[in-house]
């Protein structure tokens, strides 16, 4: 699925949530009863906690059971699912160790020279390295974004204002770009569109 269509499915959700906020006396459909599991439930509280004493509970010693209770509505399943398509459309490699050792446990290869080294002893041969076996493996794809000119392309990850969105195409994001700068009365120049790597 492009970029483009999980913009649209997220613009669709939306108004869909819209709908759900005018009537929120609606009770958890029977279709989510044995849906998620326990890990995936848990989830959704901690992103929907609306509730201070909710939040002070240990939501993890509950039983799925009351943890379907606790959530109440669909309403709060449909909101998660937004947040979690969005994330998604921007989510790229973090490089923590954590994440590194999953990939290669994942693909059974412990024994890569990368599932030892630090990451933070990295340098650019084994950054590449990591981003072709990512790919190789379908879990990163090539995307465009837009940054402010003053980001440099060694620096587009590390950024603390990530972009809002990410497109699949070069074509996209200057379309993108000329928008911008008409609304903002910016100049092009102001701006930069980067290539990154997305988590698919």
């Known amino acids: 699925m492009t970029?483009?269509?999980?913009?649209?499915?997220?613009?669709?959700?939306?108004q869909l949530e819209k709908e759900f906020l005018k009537n929120r006396n609606q009770k958890l459909s029977v279709f989510?009863?044995?849906?998620?599991?326990?890990?995936?439930?848990i989830e959704i509280l901690e992103h929907s906690c609306f509730d201070q004493d909710l939040k002070q509970q240990n939501i993890k010693t509950l039983e799925n059971e009351q943890l379907l209770e606790l959530i109440g509505e669909d309403y709060f399943?449909?909101?998660?699912?937004?947040?979690?398509?969005?994330?998604?459309?921007?989510?790229?490699?973090?490089?923590?160790?954590?994440?590194?050792?999953?990939?290669?446990?994942?693909?059974?290869?412990?024994?890569?020279?990368?599932?030892?080294?630090?990451?933070?002893?990295?340098?650019?041969?084994?950054?590449?390295?990591y981003y072709s076996l990512l790919f190789k493996h379908g879990k990163t794809k090539r995307?465009?974004?837009?940054?402010?000119?003053?980001?440099?392309?060694?620096?587009?990850?590390?950024?603390?204002?990530?972009p809002s969105f990410f497109f699949d195409t070069k074509e996209e994001a200057e379309e993108e770009l000329e928008r911008v700068c008409i609304e903002t009365k910016r100049s092009q120049s102001d701006f930069v569109i980067h290539t990154l790597w997305k988590i698919t």
């Open 3 to 14: 970029i483009k269509q999980r913009k649209l499915i997220v613009h669709f959700l939306k």
């Open 32 to 41: 989510f009863t044995h849906f998620f599991n326990r890990e995936e439930l």
């Open 77 to 129: 399943i449909l909101s998660f699912l937004i947040h979690k398509i969005e994330s998604e459309i921007t989510s790229v490699p973090k490089m923590t160790k954590e994440e590194v050792n999953n990939f290669f446990d994942k693909i059974l290869f412990s024994a890569h020279y990368l599932r030892d080294k630090p990451v933070e002893e990295w340098d650019e041969y084994d950054v590449s390295n």
């Open 143 to 162: 995307v465009f974004a837009i940054f402010t000119a003053d980001v440099k392309d060694e620096d587009k990850y590390a950024v603390t204002t990530k």
